[in-house]
């Protein structure tokens, strides 16, 4: 619009209102499952399973829960979703907490599987030509590479 390229009708014609919508509906989504108690579900499951696993197994676990979530829902929303509940289980364990934050804030960067998880994502699909599936072709070695890469490094540079 600043070089004159397209007026201000085009560029309003331009924009896809499905998708801002489908954009605003996702904070809600993450603010739901916090108070229907699924949160809490979780963080009862975690625990209990982090009394028979090794720390750095249970590392792994959060990343790829948050990598999961944020696949579904908003990014923000998957972090402050998991952070009390990564926090808390670190706690439990009597181990440093950062490595498990820190994993929360990768994990909720990496939406990759899902057209809806990242804004992105959903901004390109129209106009790329992109189906549903085509996110899972790269976005799954991307996701199993961060998580193969980032695990050793949380656990040298926050150690548990």
Do not use: K
């Amino acid at each position: 619009m600043l070089s004159r390229t397209i007026n201000l009708r085009e560029a309003y014609d331009a924009i896809d209102w499905p998708i801002l919508i489908l954009l605003g509906a996702m904070i809600p989504v993450g603010q739901a499952l916090e108070t229907t108690g699924t949160t809490a579900l979780l963080a009862d499951w975690l625990a209990r399973t982090g009394r028979e696993l090794a720390p750095a197994v249970l590392l792994i676990v959060i990343m790829v829960i948050t990598m999961t979530l944020s696949d579904i829902i908003n990014n923000a929303a998957t972090a402050v979703m998991m952070a009390p509940l990564a926090a808390g289980l670190a706690r439990g364990l009597g181990v440093n907490p950062d490595a498990f934050l820190m994993a929360v804030a990768i994990g909720a960067s990496c939406a990759f599987l899902t057209p809806i998880g990242h804004q992105n994502n959903t901004l390109v699909m129209g106009p790329g030509g992109y189906r549903f599936w085509d996110y899972w072709r790269m976005g799954l070695p991307l996701e199993l590479l961060i998580v193969a890469v980032s695990i050793p490094m949380l656990l040298v540079v926050w150690p548990l």
